[in-house]
């Protein structure tokens, strides 16, 4: 394990800092929680507002998508581990323009109790309405009757575009969450892990593999996929990754989509463009349109090797989210 860092224990909290200071015109961190950021933009009175978070190792993801068009506030969890309830509430506290909060995150149990947590202290102490939707992306996670099951992998960057549109349209708290559990509900991912990642605490392998060997459906933290097997050329990964999205999405002839190939940290461009490549060779063939595309690292898992596929089925409604323009530190869209 080679990692540019001071002490490992300070990881988090130091990229915090830098990243605050690298980008003052999107971001500020709030004095009462170090581990809370939000927009510098002033917001519209009214506006619902828009929370994201999760734990750190992901980036860009997830501080890189405050900004104009998507999240409003960031809760920043440690090293693949949930943020606390109590960074959550404070950025809540912060966004909060009497319409209520949003909270978007992966379907993860830390996740999941700590954002829950606080949505109940956000009520119980604050009076502020929270409402909340789950990414549950990952095809490979759990069978398709058990979608609320199943992981949020980079399809989250679709959900977060979906809720940020929404708020700036000015709907209101119950719309943006229905919107963006619909564009959840659109929503389907695949991965593969080819090498895994060095946690910087303890500098062990998030994942045993061998250099001749890749997993199919390998979770950003490591979770287990669905099969290992030797590693494969670019093109066979992609069918295998799009067509178990193909089927379990139903996806056919005349659709349209939206395509995000992801890196995990370590994939050069050069790999993913040809992944991406393959993808729209096949969506083609099947009569199947691709409306926008997005290759590169959105939300990694610091440098592991390997990438995903996602894909979005789009309606009138879902494509004028995904029109809508973007300006974020890690994300721009015109």
């Given at each position: 394990m080679k990692k540019l860092v001071n002490n490992p224990v300070n990881v988090v909290d130091e990229m915090v800092e830098g990243y605050v200071r690298a980008h003052p015109d999107y971001i500020k961190q709030l004095s009462s929680n170090n581990r809370a950021l939000v927009t510098v933009r002033e917001t519209k009175q009214n506006k619902v507002g828009i929370l994201i978070g999760g734990g750190s190792g992901h980036e860009p993801g997830f501080m890189g998508y405050v900004g104009e068009g998507m999240a409003d506030g960031v809760a920043v969890g440690n090293i693949f581990s949930s943020p606390s309830p109590d960074p959550i509430l404070e950025v809540t506290k912060s966004i909060n323009k009497e319409s209520g909060v949003v909270y978007?995150?992966?379907?993860?149990?830390?996740?999941?109790?700590n954002f829950g947590m606080a949505a109940e202290m956000a009520d119980l102490e604050e009076d502020i309405e929270v409402g909340m939707a789950i990414a549950t992306d990952d095809v490979a996670s759990a069978p398709k009757e058990e979608k609320e099951k199943r992981r949020g992998i980079a399809g989250e960057l679709?959900?977060?575009?979906?809720?940020?549109?929404?708020?700036?349209?000015?709907?209101?708290l119950e719309e943006v969450v229905r919107i963006a559990r619909k564009a959840n509900d659109h929503t389907w991912s695949m991965g593969v892990g080819t090498s895994p990642c060095y946690h910087p605490q303890t500098g062990k392998p998030s994942f045993e593999i061998g250099d001749d060997e890749m997993e199919i459906g390998l979770g950003h933290h490591g979770e287990p996929g669905?099969?290992?097997?030797p590693l494969e050329t670019a093109d066979k990964l992609a069918d295998r990754l799009?067509?178990?999205?193909?089927?379990?999405?139903?996806?056919?002839?005349?659709?349209?989509?939206?395509?995000?190939?992801?890196?995990?940290?370590?994939?050069?461009?050069?790999?993913?463009?040809?992944?991406?490549?393959?993808?729209?060779?096949?969506?083609?063939?099947?009569?199947?349109?691709?409306?926008?595309?997005?290759?590169?690292?959105?939300?990694?898992?610091?440098?592991?090797?390997?990438?995903?596929v996602t894909l979005m089925k789009l309606d009138d409604e879902l494509t004028k989210v995904m029109d809508h323009p973007v300006n974020c530190p890690m994300f721009v869209q015109k």
């Open positions: 978007l995150y992966g379907n993860y149990a830390g996740d999941v109790m679709f959900i977060y575009k979906a809720a940020g549109a929404a708020a700036d349209f000015g709907c209101n669905l099969e290992k097997g799009l067509n178990d999205i193909l089927i379990d999405s139903g996806i056919t002839k005349g659709d349209e989509v939206a395509v995000l190939v992801n890196g995990l940290g370590s994939t050069p461009k050069m790999d993913l463009y040809i992944v991406y490549r393959r993808v729209e060779q096949i969506l083609s063939e099947q009569g199947i349109k691709i409306y926008c595309s997005y290759v590169g690292d959105y939300i990694t898992s610091l440098e592991m090797g390997g990438c995903s």
